[in-house]
């Protein structure tokens, strides 16, 4: 599923998954994400590597290897 901070995921579930296994998922990010929800069109501010938005429920994830760049944050979906 993931080779160390040099592989790729195929959805916002597998990093979700790979990240709460870890126990990252509540750990802050370094940097806060800022960027519009892809289910509300809400803006957001992702503090942690796992994020539920407040708005519509939509769970992100992101590893923290992948964290410093907003394109690896992935959606996982509502709820999830």
Known sequence: ??????GKFDNGKQIVDKIRMMGFNQQY???PAVFQCKECGEMITMTTFEYKCPHCGMVYGVTP???FDQENIMPAGIDY
Do not use: S, W
């Not at 599923?1 to 040099?6: A, F, K, Q, R, Y």
């Open 29 to 31: 990010m370094p940097i």
């Open 1 to 6: 599923m993931h080779d160390g901070c040099n």
């Open 65 to 67: 290897c992948h964290a």
